[in-house]
């Protein structure tokens, strides 16, 4: 029995909704819409468990993120990778490698893993 998912991927600013009966024809789906093969998910509002993370790399994605802050190593999920957020400010360079810098310190409170 084929495994039917709820594909959803952000284009032009809108959530598709396509039911598929194979995450395969999933990952067609969104490389039609986009004009070009899609490698790379992430999970809309970061929401994924491991049955999602599993589809995912049978959809033959190489790997997909999650909205948790964290960087990645070696012992990191390729398909729940965490991220460091760039946000819209004067100096956001400065402000990206701050937050780099005082990860030890986010790591302390628990913001993100360690």
Known sequence: MDLAIVFMAAIA???????????????????SELGHEV???????????????????EAGYKAAFTIKYGNVDKA???FALERVPIFHTEE????FIERIR?????????????
């Open 13 to 31: 600013g809108m959530i598709i909704f396509s039911q598929q009966p194979k995450p395969l024809q999933a990952t067609m789906v969104a490389d």
């Open 76 to 78: 990191s999920n390729i």
């Open 92 to 95: 956001t360079n400065k402000d």
């Open 39 to 57: 490698n790379y998910v992430a999970y809309p509002t970061g929401t994924y468990n491991l049955p999602i993370a599993q589809m995912i790399k």
């Open 102 to 114: 005082y990860q030890p310190i986010f790591e302390s409170f628990g913001w993100m893993k360690n």
